[in-house]
């Protein structure tokens, strides 16, 4: 309790700080009413001369939020509420505003993002998808417009040359993987005119919590085509139809695994006919046996993805819509294919992949938005440095939020879910119908047809009228059933005579594995002190109550002999719900955080050879680059055959002079004996002086050239080597548990081996770079490689 109290006196503290600016920024309202919208409009120049002069963006914020304050009146006829000008501020300060559904989040981004957009910088507003990108980019965007801030919408399907100019935009506004995808693209370009991004400065994530929470721990991935048989997937899933569940092969739901059991070894060893399934020559077999077992086992039809002609259509697990272009990695895209009976398609290379967690915390300034927050403020905290402030509604919340029930079988619950929609819908009361997947959405529209209440669908299949539908959800009578989180991000606004009957109702028909999700829902309906109401209708036979629950309940309900159709409410029901929601939330920051310790080696990787890539791209004359790895190269080649442990009798000059003569010296150049009667470090000293010899005589024969031949040689070869260091740390991790049994802390072997491999990577780019240079022709201009954004599975 004592903790409690801290954080909420904290959060008091910060209020009543907050409250203090907020009444600096009322002082000046009317001084800025009275200008003229040319008076108003020159306070930006007159902002960025200040800048200029030295004063910084804190002491800027009162008169600048008040000048968007009143530009927004002007504009959009919307004033900004005293408690969306905190949520303003607390953005500014690279904090998480956490404020309730309807609070209105998009007007409260137009204030941070216009005092940081006096920098020139760039300020970058993220959405979850295309459309509330776009949507804001033209709506809120006439406020900075109007103030002569340019605005920008980086989307999935604009040009390179449109993307660099939507990023040159004082304010740009697109979505997270948009935004992580061209951050990968831009580190592959052959040319610094290529790249569209520029410096990360600051982000304003809305829907902070889906997005880095949520979505954290999949990596985005850019990837090529690589040359696999599809055959493989076939016979595998073939051999899997004829497995029998718990006799061949084990699944782990809450682990997400399949296994084979010795039955299931034997049968795959007596139909793929080898003698030992486990030899390392069946790696590649077990892979795609153990991927057509998800596949069976793991992945639903219809909840994990839908069947859309010859495609597999990924559906986003947090809200529900289809992820169109986005593939699952490592064969399991394939392996669905094969079970679904559409083309297998090639499996692909990675090229280029981070984490959004990386991505993001690459910005100089970080902030975020969202209606729940508070319940992952550690993790906030932990890993982006960000603390969340609770920002007060501008009305009191009076939605009631009525207690769970739950009921023995599915069916039951199903059929109780549809007499509340039903008597509801009669008394002209709007409900919203939240479900977990598409499957299930479609089970409650059924039973709504056969009893005849109209109703609206908004799941992964029906995405393209989203913003409609949930707009007109709260109209007298509207049955509209959603999966998820759909729709977030669309006012709900109460037609006429809806308060009157009650407001919006809300009924969730399962508890999610986190309560935050749970807390969304039940945020749709009480906006701005409307009048609403919200309940869960469970079952036994739920996901979480199935994998997480306590078995008191059913024991319970089993003693008090109650019927399937009678519903239990009681507060120990409540209380293991929740415990239940916690130990899976629990469970999933322990996954991110692990996934991030480990992702955390390699982005220290990507961030030294993403430097040295920019590098390349900005300098003119690379041969002091060149030279540099020379150099390297020349200090590698005397540990090899000439090493300090050694008495100079035993080193190899022979292997030595071989070797310099494969790279960057001409046949018979150095004599043996000449090298002999060095000391070491003048043998290092003769060498350098030979490849400078020969250098100058490249230099001479190909002029200029020599200077384009270097730049496509480095960034080729430092782009090959990357893509197959990549996926040799990804094999690398998949099989580094095993170490544990050793003893061993399997993070810290990653770790200190995969400093190995890439100290070894980068040896091997400069022994490449130095052979090329010496003895490579360029004819033709490179061919790109052919692309595709996936978000990793």
């Known amino acids: 309790m004592g903790l409690l109290k801290q954080v909420f006196n904290a959060n008091e503290r910060d209020i009543a700080r907050l409250r203090r600016k907020i009444d600096r920024i009322n002082g000046l309202e009317s001084q800025f009413e009275h200008m003229t919208d040319e008076e108003l409009q020159a306070m930006t120049p007159a902002f960025r001369q200040r800048l200029e002069n030295g004063e910084k963006l804190d002491n800027l914020l009162p008169e600048a939020f008040a000048v968007v304050r009143e530009a927004a009146k002007r504009v959009m006829g919307q004033r900004h509420y005293d408690v969306q000008l905190m949520g303003g501020i607390v953005l500014h300060e690279g904090r998480v505003a956490e404020m309730k559904t309807g609070e209105g989040k998009t007007l409260v981004g137009t204030l941070p993002s216009y005092l940081n957009g006096l920098t020139g910088k760039g300020v970058h507003v993220v959405t979850v998808n295309d459309y509330l990108a776009r949507r804001d980019a033209d709506i809120t965007g006439q406020v900075h417009r109007f103030l002569g801030l340019t605005v920008g919408f980086n989307g999935h399907d604009l040009t390179p040359q449109q993307k660099h100019d939507a990023y040159r935009c004082d304010i740009t506004y697109g979505t ?82 399949a296994n084979l059991t010795d039955s299931g070894v034997q049968k795959a060893e007596s139909f793929f006919h080898v003698n030992n399934l486990f030899d390392p020559d069946n790696v590649t077999l077990m892979h795609h046996i153990t991927q057509a ?28 819509r289809l992820m169109e272009g986005r593939r699952y990695s490592e064969g399991l895209h394939q392996a669905i294919e094969a079970k679904e009976g559409v083309r297998v398609q090639n499996e692909s290379k990675t090229l280029a992949t981070i984490t959004l967690q990386n991505y993001f915390r690459m910005y100089e300034k970080l902030s975020g938005m969202t209606g729940t927050a508070k319940t992952e403020e550690k993790e906030f905290i932990e890993i982006y440095g960000m603390d969340v402030v609770s920002i007060p509604t501008n009305r009191p919340l009076i939605r009631k939020d009525l207690g769970d029930v739950i009921y023995k079988t ?22 919203l119908v939240g479900t977990t997947s598409i499957d299930k959405s479609e089970i409650v529209s059924h039973l709504l047809n056969v009893k005849g209440v109209p109703h609206q669908v908004l799941n992964a299949k029906h995405h393209a009228r989203e913003a409609e539908i949930v707009s007109l959800a709260g109209q007298p009578g509207m049955v509209t059933i959603a999966t998820n989180m759909a729709g977030r991000g669309t006012d709900i606004l109460l037609g006429d005579g809806v308060a009157e009957r009650g407001g919006l109702h809300i009924i969730g028909t399962e508890r999610h594995e986190s309560r935050r999700i749970d807390n969304q829902l039940r945020g749709r309906s009480g906006r701005q002190g409307d009048p609403g109401s919200s309940q869960f209708f469970l079952s036994l036979e739920d996901d979480l109550l199935r994998l997480f629950g306590s078995d008191n309940i059913k024991r319970m309900m089993d003693r008090l002999g109650l019927e399937e159709d009678q519903p239990i409410e009681h507060r120990m029901l409540t209380g293991a719900m929740e415990r239940a929601q916690k130990k899976v939330e629990g469970n999933n920051y322990d996954l ?38 020379a150099k390297d190269l020349i200090d590698h080649m005397l540990d090899i055959y000439c090493s300090e442990e050694q008495i100079p009798e035993d080193w190899d000059i022979r292997g030595l002079i ?30 350098y002086e030979l490849f400078i010899e020969n250098y100058n005589q490249r230099e001479e024969d190909l002029g200029e050239f020599l200077r384009e031949l270097e730049r496509i ?53 400069e022994e490449e770079v130095v052979l090329y240079v010496f003895k490579a022709t360029v004819q033709t201009a490179p061919q790109p490689i052919e692309m595709h954004d996936t978000i990793g599975g």
């Open 176 to 257: 997270n993987n948009e935004f992580g995808f061209d951050y990968l693209r831009d580190n592959m370009v052959m040319s610094l005119n290529d790249m569209t991004q520029r410096g990360l400065h600051f982000a304003i994530v809305d829907e902070v919590d889906s997005i880095l929470i949520d979505e954290a721990r999949t990596p985005l991935i850019i990837s090529g085509p690589a040359e696999k048989s599809a055959d493989l997937y076939f016979r595998a899933d073939l051999f899997v139809r004829r497995l029998r569940r718990d006799d061949d092969y084990e699944i782990d739901e809450k682990m997400r695994t």
């Open 293 to 320: 077992l998800k596949a069976h086992g793991l992945m639903h039809r219809d909840k994990d993805y839908v069947v859309m002609g010859d495609e597999i259509c990924i559906v986003d697990e947090f809200t529900g």
């Open 410 to 431: 599915e069916g039951a619950k199903f059929n109780a879910v549809v007499n509340e929609i039903a008597q509801r819908h009669e008394a002209g009361q709007p409900v």
């Open 592 to 629: 991110r955080k692990h996934v991030l310790r480990y992702d955390d080696v390699l982005n220290k990787q990507r961030e030294v050879i993403y430097r040295q890539r920019r590098q390349i791209l900005e300098t003119e004359n690379l041969r002091e680059i060149v030279e540099g790895m």
């Open 658 to 687: 071989q070797y310099g003569e494969h790279h960057f010296l001409l046949p018979n150049q150095v004599e043996e004996e000449v090298l002999r009667k060095l000391e070491r470090d003048e043998v290092r000293d003769k060498l």
């Open 713 to 765: 040689v480095l960034l080729r070869t430092v782009d090959s080597k990357w893509m197959d260091h990549i996926d040799a740390m990804d094999q690398f991790r998949q099989g580094v548990h095993l170490r544990s049994y050793g003893q061993s802390d399997p993070l810290v072997i990653y770790q200190k081996e995969g400093f190995e491999m890439f100290e070894a990577m980068i040896h091997s780019i």
